[in-house]
């Protein structure tokens, strides 16, 4: 594969690994550039991951690259714009729809857990719940009422690192049905990056009114207590002399 010599991936600081790979460069330190100028012209860029939602506009801003920006908070049920971690999903084909991650690196799932030079796992299970939530609200939506998602089942596969580089996720939908209460969808979610596939999530999802879901939970968390303290009033039997 011929590689541009100008060209330069841009990636989080966090990734210290990974930036002492040859043309990576730190988004602060490429920033600080344009903002200085001393680099009068950008060149080529890769954005990779790590990058916050202002960094993205900024460099969008300041290089005229076609830059992807995260969709909003609330469409992936996220309080905090850095735990968003993808960005506008779009239909690619029958049943299927994809969306660029976007890793901010202060997310949640990455703060306290980075080792090596690849995007943790768990980080790309939420990518794929955050892709499921805005595909399933947005474009298959079974009821015009408020709803939650429930997982009835998921299936991970892991196949190679997925590195602070651009990479998609991929959601296709294998059946939706209805049921007696709300209705359920079975889907694969597909993380790829360099046209490989890098993991895989087979999931049925639950889609389930509000009022029945809060009125579940409620009488679930209500039996779960009255078991542990009839657990604790059992007396323990006494020690042997």
């Given at each position: 594969?011929?590689?541009?010599?100008?060209?330069?991936?841009?990636?989080?600081?966090?990734?210290k690994?990974?930036?002492?790979?040859?043309?990576?460069?730190?988004?602060?330190?490429?920033?600080?550039?344009?903002?200085?100028?001393?680099?009068?012209?950008?060149?080529?860029?890769?954005?990779?991951?790590?990058?916050s939602a202002?960094?993205l506009?900024?460099?969008?801003e300041?290089?005229?690259a076609?830059?992807?920006?995260?969709?909003g908070?609330?469409?992936t049920?996220?309080?905090?714009?850095?735990?968003?971690?993808?960005?506008?999903?779009r239909?690619a084909?029958?049943?299927?729809?994809?969306?660029?991650?976007?890793?901010d690196?202060?997310?949640?799932?990455?703060?306290?857990?980075?080792?090596?030079q690849?995007?943790?796992?768990?980080?790309?299970?939420?990518?794929?719940r955050?892709?499921?939530?805005?595909?399933?609200e947005?474009?298959?939506?079974?009821t015009?009422?408020?709803?939650?998602?429930?997982?009835?089942s998921?299936?991970?596969?892991?196949?190679?690192f997925?590195?602070?580089?651009?990479?998609?996720?991929?959601?296709?939908?294998v059946?939706?049905?209805?049921?007696?209460?709300?209705?359920s969808v079975?889907?694969?979610?597909?993380?790829?990056?360099?046209?490989?596939?890098?993991?895989?999530?087979?999931?049925?999802?639950?889609?389930?009114?509000e009022?029945?879901?809060?009125k579940?939970?409620?009488m679930a968390?209500r039996?779960?207590?009255?078991?542990?303290?009839?657990?604790?009033?059992?007396p323990?039997?006494?020690?042997?002399s």
């Amino acid at each position: 594969m011929r590689q541009n010599a100008d060209a330069r991936a841009v990636v989080g600081d966090r990734f210290k690994e990974f930036l002492g790979n040859a043309g990576t460069v730190p988004v602060t330190d490429l920033l600080d550039a344009l903002r200085s100028g001393d680099l009068t012209a950008a060149p080529p860029i890769v954005v990779g991951q790590g990058l916050s939602a202002d960094q993205l506009r900024e460099l969008r801003e300041r290089t005229g690259a076609d830059v992807p920006l995260p969709v909003g908070r609330e469409l992936t049920h996220k309080h905090e714009d850095k735990n968003v971690l993808i960005g506008p999903v779009r239909l690619a084909g029958p049943d299927l729809y994809t969306a660029p991650l976007l890793l901010d690196q202060r997310v949640e799932v990455l703060e306290d857990h980075l080792t090596g030079q690849h995007i943790p796992a768990v980080t790309l299970l939420e990518a794929a719940r955050q892709t499921w939530t805005v595909v399933i609200e947005q474009f298959l939506p079974s009821t015009e009422e408020p709803t939650r998602f429930v997982i009835g089942s998921i299936r991970s596969a892991f196949h190679s690192f997925v590195f602070p580089l651009p990479a998609t996720i991929e959601f296709r939908l294998v059946r939706q049905d209805a049921s007696p209460v709300g209705s359920s969808v079975d889907c694969v979610l597909t993380v790829r990056q360099d046209s490989r596939t890098a993991a895989e999530f087979e999931t049925t999802i639950r889609v389930i009114p509000e009022a029945v879901a809060v009125k579940q939970e409620s009488m679930a968390a209500r039996q779960a207590v009255r078991a542990a303290l009839s657990e604790a009033a059992v007396p323990a039997p006494a020690a042997a002399s």
